[in-house]
Every structure is written in structure tokens, then in C-alpha cells.
């Protein structure tokens, strides 16, 4: 089973070396690892060539979303079988890849996701209140409207069968990047399990950045992304998905005052 760790970075020269040397022990034999810089303007980029990584560099940022969806095109160009995808912020444990590999390796899933809230761990911190609410507003609408069983939509320490992710139409650059993903993994429908990780807030000042760190615009614009997504996708997805979408999605009451309605 050939593996790619993906690790998606910005500004990252705070934690990066430690990250890297911490991940080397966990790195799987044949495996690879590969840094997404998407776009840095601290030291980052001149840390990276200390360590035996393979590095996309963006010339600007382009998003979250984005430098995943690279890290899915390089594994499917050079056939590794699963890409596992951690940030770099301390907030992912190399510790815990073993798991996500030994879940891939039952062949049962096409996705496995980390989970902060699957159960409680030793150690594990008190998030900031409106993250934690948003992600639980978000999850509980996925559940609802896809029929997923998922307890953290938000979580980026993932294992995925690189296989199974040919047919996604993956084009949403930012921060809304998981939202567009359910939708499509759901109307495929790939196999998806989550396994516990340690809830880890080394930063709790982090922000989105601009009127993202707006809870309230936030919230929707990640409802515009899957609003669109279940639209495009039609009936591939379960008819609660679709249902009363305005309502339910936007809390508006026209459908035309939502970009991409029908």
C-alpha cells in the first residue's frame, strides 16, 4: 500500500522543521511525503530544503482547497494508492498515521477522517466556542441532508484511497474545500469512516482571514458551497437533500437571493 503524506502549508516557519522531523519516523516504507507551500512570505520556503520532502510552491495563495486538490493530482500521477493529509500547525500528531493506515489497510473504506468529537481523548483541549459550534451546525447539516454519520466535517487529517477519488469534480480553492467534498463523496457514494484524534488548539488567535472570521458569514458561505454542489449533483443525492434547500440551507425565503439557485 504506497503512501503520500500531503501536508498543506502557509506561513508555517514557526512549526515546520519540527513537523517535519517529528513526521520521519512515521513516513511508511515506499512512502513519500510531499509540502503544498501555498504561496508563504515568511521563512518557510527556505526551510523546506532542509528536509527529504517533495514541494509544490505556489506563487501566490490560492487556498486550503486548492493545495489538496494538488496533493490528489500528484498522488494519482505518480499511482500511490492512499494520500493522508495532516496541517502543519502541531495540530495533527504524526503519532496517530499509523491508525489511518491500519483502517486503509482493512480495504473497507474509501475515506478515512480524522474525528476530534468521534470520542473524548487524554489531553485533549477546549476548542474556541464558535468554532466548535459552526462545525457542529455544518456536521448535523450534512448528516441530515447527504445521510452521513460524520461527527467533524471540518477535520483535514484524512486518509484517502487516491483510486476512489477519480470521479470527484473537486474546484472550490478555499476554506468551503470539505463542504464540496461531502457533497460528492456522498453522491458517489465512497465508503467513509472517521477514527478518533486528539483535539489539539496550539493557536487559538488563528483566524480564516478577511470576512471569513465573520461566524455568521462563514457559516454562509460554507452553505452557498454545498447549496451549489447539491444542485449540480441532482438526484445522485438522497431527495433530503434537496428538499426545501433555500430554507433549510440559507434561511431565506426566494430562491433567486442565493447565488446558484434554480
Not at 28 to 39: N, Q, T
Not at 222 to 247: F, K, V
Request: aromatic letters at 8%; glycine letters at 6%.
Amino acid at each position: 500500500m504506497r503512501t503520500l503524506i500531503a501536508i498543506p502549508v502557509f506561513n508555517e516557519s514557526r512549526y515546520v522543521d519540527r513537523v517535519l522531523q517529528r513526521l520521519r519516523a512515521f513516513v511508511p516504507e515506499g512512502g513519500s511525503v510531499l509540502v503544498i507551500d501555498d504561496g508563504s512570505t515568511d521563512d518557510t520556503p527556505c526551510l523546506l530544503p532542509r528536509h527529504p520532502v517533495e514541494v509544490i510552491r505556489h506563487a501566490r495563495n490560492r487556498g486550503y482547497g486548492r493545495s489538496l486538490m494538488d496533493a490528489f493530482r500528484w498522488a494519482a500521477v505518480d499511482r500511490f494508492d492512499w494520500v493522508v493529509t495532516m496541517d502543519c500547525d502541531e495540530q495533527h500528531e504524526p503519532e496517530s498515521i499509523p491508525d489511518f493506515l491500519a483502517a486503509a489497510a482493512t480495504g473497507k473504506w474509501d475515506v478515512v477522517s480524522g474525528s476530534r468529537y468521534l470520542r473524548s481523548l487524554d489531553g485533549d483541549d477546549l476548542p474556541p466556542e464558535n468554532r466548535r459550534r459552526v462545525n457542529a451546525q455544518i456536521t448535523r447539516e450534512l448528516n441530515d441532508r447527504l445521510g452521513l454519520n460524520l461527527t467533524d466535517a471540518f477535520c483535514g487529517f484524512k486518509a484517502y484511497r487516491v483510486r476512489a477519488l477519480a470521479n470527484l469534480k473537486l474546484d472550490v480553492d478555499g476554506y468551503a474545500f470539505p463542504l464540496q467534498f461531502w457533497a460528492q463523496a456522498a453522491a458517489e457514494p465512497l465508503r467513509i469512516t472517521e477514527i478518533p484524534v486528539r483535539l489539539i488548539y496550539k493557536d487559538r488567535t488563528r483566524n480564516f482571514g478577511g470576512v471569513l472570521d465573520d461566524d455568521a458569514v462563514r457559516l454562509e458561505h460554507y452553505r452557498q458551497t454545498l447549496h451549489r454542489d447539491i444542485l449540480r449533483l441532482g438526484e445522485r443525492l438522497p431527495e433530503e437533500a434537496r428538499a426545501g434547500l433555500c430554507a433549510r440551507c440559507l434561511g431565506v425565503e426566494r430562491a433567486d437571493a442565493v447565488p446558484g439557485c434554480a
